[in-house]
């Protein structure tokens, strides 16, 4: 079975800076797209990045210019480097990746992710 898990989450005051990674372990020979996705209480899951096999990214509105993501085939990684965090980034977050066009993690529970905390 394939599995993510996402790590790097904390707690960090506005204007801080955080690097959250998602290994995918198990038998894999390639990955398409890979995404990040974050869940404040109360709202609903939310893409927040993307990107390609290729390297072409996508990014919500509200992170662009402060999120980067990024990935490393070798180690089936993707990585999301957050700058000038703000409180309204305060969510879980997780990981998603696809494999011959099927998400790895469907339905509504993904798993305990990674609690990202920006205090004002």
């Known amino acids: 079975q394939v599995q993510l898990v996402e790590s790097g989450g904390g707690l960090v005051q506005a204007g801080g800076s955080l690097r959250l990674s998602c290994a995918a372990s198990?038998?894999?020979?390639?990955?398409?797209?890979m995404h990040w996705y974050r869940q404040a209480p109360g709202k609903q899951r939310e893409l927040v990045a993307l990107?390609?096999?290729?390297?072409?990214?996508t990014y919500a509105n509200s992170v662009k210019g402060r999120f980067t993501i990024s990935r490393d085939n070798a180690k089936n990684t993707v990585y999301l480097e957050m700058k000038s965090l703000k409180p309204e980034d305060t969510a879980v977050y997780y990981c998603?990746?696809?494999?011959?066009?099927?998400?790895?993690?469907?339905?509504?529970?993904w798993g305990q992710g990674t609690q990202v905390t920006v205090s004002s």
């Open positions: 998603n990746a696809v494999v011959d066009g099927r998400p790895l993690r469907v339905g509504v529970n």
């Open positions: 198990g038998s894999i020979l390639g990955i398409n797209n």
């Open positions: 990107i390609t096999s290729g390297g072409g990214t």
